[in-house]
C-alpha cells in the first residue's frame, strides 16, 4: 500500500522539486511530506550518508530521495566492496529494542548449561522454519532461550500455544511438538497468548521466527545456529 502511494505521488514530487534547493532537510521532507499525501507522512528524514542521498523512514520502510527532492528511490542499497546491504543494517539499527524490557515471564525459558548466552525468539507452533530452528537449537550449549510463543498463521496456532504454556513442563511441551510432533494435550490455564500477540505487534514482528539479541537487535527469519553463535560472540556474551 505505501509502495502503491509512494509511486503514485511521484508525480506531484517532480513539481515540488524545484521548491526544494540546496541541503536543507526541512525543504525535503516538506517536498516528501506533499508527494506521500496525508495518510504517509515520513517519520524522520535524514542524510543517509551515500550518494548524497537522503533517507526516508516511514514506518518500517526506508526509501531515499535525491538532494533537490527529485527522484525517489525505492529499493536496497548494497555495497559493492563489502556486499553490505546498508539498507537493511538502518533497518536493523532502527528495529532495536531494550531487551530487559522483554516480559520474559511470557516466555517458554530453556536453560542448557551455564546458561551465559542469553537470546529470545517468537515463534509460531505452526512455522515450518520455526521447528528447523527447533531442531538446530539442540546443538547450542551454555545458553538460556525465551521463546514466545508467538501464533499468528492460524487458529489452531493459538490452540497449540495455549496447550503448550498450560502443559506442567513448557520447554518439553515445546520442544517435543517442534523437535518430535508430539502435540501437546489441550490446555486450560490462564495463558498470556492475547498479550504475547500485543507485544509482538508492538515491535512490529510480522513473521516468524523473529530473533532478539541481548544487544537488543534482532534477526528476521530464519537464520543456521552458526550465525546465531556469531552474532553472540560480536555483542560480548558469547565468551
Known amino acids: 500500500m505505501i509502495k502503491r502511494a509512494l509511486i503514485g505521488g ?14 536543507d532537510i526541512a525543504e525535503v521532507t516538506k517536498a516528501i511530506e ?5 495518510g504517509a507522512k515520513p517519520d524522520s528524514v535524514r542524510d543517509a550518508g551515500f550518494l548524497g542521498l537522503y533517507e526516508i523512514q516511514v514506518g518500517g520502510d526506508l526509501l531515499y530521495t535525491d538532494r533537490k527532492a527529485k527522484y525517489l528511490v525505492i529499493g536496497d542499497v548494497v555495497d559493492t566492496k563489502t556486499r553490505q546491504n546498508l539498507t537493511q543494517e538502518r533497518k536493523n539499527k532502527l528495529a532495536q529494542i531494550k531487551f530487559s524490557d522483554l516480559p520474559l515471564d511470557m516466555a517458554v525459558k530453556q536453560v542448557r548449561g551455564s546458561g551465559r548466552r542469553v537470546f529470545a525468539t517468537f515463534e509460531d507452533p505452526n512455522c515450518g522454519y520455526c521447528k528447523k530452528l527447533a531442531k538446530e537449537l539442540q546443538a547450542m550449549t551454555d545458553v538460556t532461550i525465551y521463546t514466545f510463543v508467538y501464533p499468528i498463521l492460524s ?9 503448550i504454556w498450560c502443559a506442567p513442563d513448557k520447554a518439553k511441551a515445546w520442544n517435543d511438538w517442534m523437535i518430535n510432533g508430539i502435540k501437546p494435550a489441550p490446555g486450560k490455564c490462564d495463558a498470556p497468548i492475547d498479550k504475547v500477540v500485543a507485544l ?3 515491535l512490529s514482528i510480522h513473521g516468524t521466527p523473529t530473533i532478539f539479541f541481548t544487544d537488543g537487535s534482532r534477526i528476521p527469519g530464519y537464520v543456521p545456529v552458526a550465525q546465531i553463535e556469531q552474532t553472540i560472540g560480536k555483542i560480548g556474551n558469547g565468551g
Not at 10 to 16: N, P
Not at 34 to 38: D, I, R
Not at 155 to 163: C, E, I, L, M, Q
Open 34 to 38: 506533499a508527494a506521500l499525501g496525508a
Open 200 to 202: 509482538g505487534r508492538k
Open 155 to 163: 487458529p489452531d496456532s493459538t490452540d497449540k500455544s495455549r496447550a
Open 10 to 23: 511521484l508525480a506531484a514530487l517532480s513539481v515540488l522539486a524545484a521548491h526544494a534547493e540546496g541541503n
